[in-house]
């Protein structure tokens, strides 16, 4: 067992029961000419974080910790795709439709690939999903269960999109949440400083924050 220096309180670490969830770091969020990118969005804030995602992966890999990754994308026939999804607003590209890196969000695209430094290891979980939140429609839940985890580390985008989503649904089933702040990045600055506050306040209502050196300490 570990402490980490955590906010708002310090959290002790299991090392049997820890893991690592890397959420979307998709091209279709993080390079131009994908999702983000079409909904109007700056996407270089996005790729600023890939060196540190990294880093935090590389030290999960050489502790023998287990990392689990998302995607965010869709069946080719967008029959896992809501229409309330795709039709909101008036992005330049729409779910599904064929844009610079292949159709935009789909399940074998370009796009919805992992961009290429932080590409899952042989032998990783890769987890498909359709929404915001990695436990909806996937087994996600079961993958966790099979690992023997009860403690998450969370990097990934967007931090108040589906890494918050994603944070809410696992504390929501008993586990114990921790956000790397410097791994976690939003189109929205404000955006970000108000889900990482809103994360820890209330004596850690839904997690507990701390930065990627801290948590590397811990595991090493
Ligand atoms: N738009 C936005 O901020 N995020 C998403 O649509 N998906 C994820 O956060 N992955």
């Known amino acids: 067992m570990t402490r980490i220096a955590t906010e708002p309180f310090p959290l002790d670490v299991h090392h049997h029961a820890v893991g690592l969830v890397v959420i979307d770091m998709q091209r279709d969020f993080i390079e131009a000419g994908g999702f983000g990118a079409s909904l109007g969005n700056d996407v270089s804030l996005l790729q600023a974080i890939v060196p540190t995602v990294a880093r935090l992966i590389e030290g999960f890999r050489a ?5 689990i990754h998302t995607r965010e994308c869709h069946a080719p026939d967008l029959g896992d795709c809501p229409p309330a999804k795709r039709l909101r607003g008036s992005p ?3 779910i599904g439709d064929e844009g610079p890196m292949g159709r935009v969000l789909i399940a074998g695209e370009p796009g919805a690939e992992i961009v290429p430094e932080l590409a899952p290891a042989p032998g990783e979980t890769v987890i498909d999903k359709p929404g915001k939140g990695a436990f909806y429609a996937t087994p996600f839940g079961e993958t966790l269960e099979r690992l023997g985890l009860t403690q998450l580390v969370f990097a990934g ?3 108040e999109v589906c890494v918050q989503t994603t944070m809410r649904e696992a504390n929501d089933r008993g586990y114990e949440c921790l956000l790397a702040t410097d ?3 939003s189109y929205f600055p404000a955006f970000k400083a108000a889900a990482i506050e809103m994360i820890r306040a209330q ?6 924050t701390a930065t990627t050196d801290d948590i590397l300490k811990a595991l090493s």
Do not use: K, N
Not at 63 to 67: D, F, N
Not at 203 to 208: E, H, K, L, S
């Open 63 to 67: 502790a023998g910790l287990p990392v």
């Open 92 to 94: 330049t590209l729409r």
């Open 157 to 159: 985008v967007t931090t």
């Open 183 to 185: 791994a976690t990045e």
């Open 203 to 208: 004596g850690a209502i839904v997690g507990w």
